[in-house]
Nanobody, 116 residues
Framework: QVQPVESGGGLVQAGGSLRLSCAASVSIFSDTAMAWYRQAPGKQRELVATITSSGLTTYTNSVKGRFTISRDNAKNTVYLQMDNLKLEDTAVYYC??????????WGQGTQVTVSS
């Protein structure tokens, strides 16, 4: 198994934007619904957004209207555009397959820190 590689995180002020990228191996990307997850300090990892192989998307309520998930199947890459960031979006962000049986080992994630 090859772990996904997340990038694009950083420190941003509240109201700002970041675009995360996740490069995944063909083995987990092809015809697979992908997802972004996040884990804040002291909290469990939570699902943020999903995207099917055909581009259908879902979002957790707290990010609806602010985050946009997309994918480039030719590049085996999934993106997360995050706008109007809030303090509560601070977390380590991970990507992986949405379905448990397609999931691989978690990558290092990318840290997103939103400051006031």
């Amino acid at each position: 198994q090859v772990q996904p590689v997340e990038s694009g995180g950083g420190l941003v002020q509240a109201g700002g934007s970041l675009r995360l990228s996740c490069a995944a191996s063909v083995s987990i990307f092809s015809d697979t619904a992908m997802a972004w997850y996040r884990q804040a300090p002291g909290k469990q990892r939570e699902l943020v957004a999903t995207i099917t192989s055909s581009g259908l998307t879902t979002y957790t309520n707290s990010v609806k209207g602010r985050f946009t998930i997309s994918r480039d199947n030719a590049k085996n890459t999934v993106y997360l555009q995050m706008d109007n960031l809030k303090l509560e979006d601070t977390a380590v962000y991970y990507c992986n397959a949405f379905q448990l049986f397609r999931r691989v080992s978690w990558g290092q994630g990318t840290q997103v820190t939103v400051s006031s």
